[in-house]
């Protein structure tokens, strides 16, 4: 172990400093000095870059406690208020539009919807496109308000259960094979041919 002696001495006496062999300058000096700061400056600039880009992203983003631009988190899910453009699928158990609008789905192709068994599998699709709406189903089914089925279409027979149908083409209908009715009846003061 290295120990430093001082010496003092009062002013006008000769006294000589004993030479010391062991002198430890302590600290950095020299061009290690200016690495080390500016290391630090540039650790600094880099923090300080760093920051104001999240501040940036977080306000560009509109991040909040409750979301993230028109995107809310609730109990029930998450409710997206106003348009917002989806570039990729959308999988969502519901989708619920709010009770004084309808929910409005646009797209420059088609639309389609896929309903999907546990395993996976497409057990149904609804595709509209610019020209034809398809089903690809087993059954198709269009009900009432009261849940009493009006149209059902299936692989065997096309069943319409409303108590009137009315069929107002210019030509009428056109069936290539018997029908079976219990009454044919004509609009008030028109013929039936």
Not at 23 to 48: D, E, P, Q
Not at 49 to 76: A, C, D, Q
Not at 120 to 141: A, C, D, I, W, Y
């Amino acid at each position: 172990m290295v120990r430093e002696q001082y010496t003092t001495t009062t002013p006008g006496t000769s006294l000589e400093r004993p030479k010391n062999e062991y002198v430890y300058k302590i600290g950095i000096y020299g061009w290690r000095k200016r690495c080390l700061y500016l290391f630090v400056l540039l650790l600094l600039i880099i923090l300080v870059v760093n920051f104001s880009l999240t501040i940036w992203i977080l306000k560009v983003m509109w991040f909040s406690p409750t979301g993230m631009g028109h995107l809310r988190v609730t109990k029930e899910g998450l409710r997206l208020e106003g348009e917002s453009e989806f570039l990729f699928p959308l999988y969502a158990k519901e989708i619920h539009s709010r009770v004084d609008s309808s929910l409005l789905l646009q797209s420059t192709h088609n639309v389609t919807v896929n309903a999907r068994n546990s395993h996976g599998e497409v057990t149904g699709r609804l595709n509209v496109g610019p020209k034809m709406v398809e089903f690809h189903s087993q059954q198709f089914q269009i009900n009432s308000k009261d849940g009493k089925p009006l149209f059902t279409v299936d692989e065997n027979e096309v069943v319409i259960g409303t108590d009137k149908l009315r069929v107002t083409g210019p030509e009428g209908a056109l069936f290539e094979h018997s029908v079976e009715t219990p009454l044919v009846k004509a609009e008030a003061f028109k013929q039936l041919r």
